[in-house]
């Protein structure tokens, strides 16, 4: 079975991931939020906001004009692997 590939944003807290979720929504871009995989957390409490591939580039601007800076971005791999993007 194939795996989409997305991003992650890793956020600070929960209640940071909650504010780029709502932007991003409002934006009309799908959002979820997620724990953060224990693959990419370093402190294994953050939370993440996971969206489409292709969202990434309206993603970022959204959350620039609200003043929301991504702690990190991660993007999966088709086997599930995670590697860091560069912005």
Known sequence: MLS?????IVCKSLTYAQRTASV????GIGARILRTPRQVS????????????????????ALLRAGLTPTRVFITGSDGSYREAEL
Not at 4 to 8: A, E, K, N
Not at 24 to 27: A, C, I, N, Q, V
Not at 43 to 57: D, E, T
């Open 4 to 8: 989409l590939v997305y991003y992650l």
């Open 24 to 27: 991003l929504e409002r934006s």
């Open 42 to 61: 370093e402190n294994g409490c953050s939370y993440s906001v996971k969206i489409a591939q292709r969202s990434l580039p309206a993603a970022l601007t």
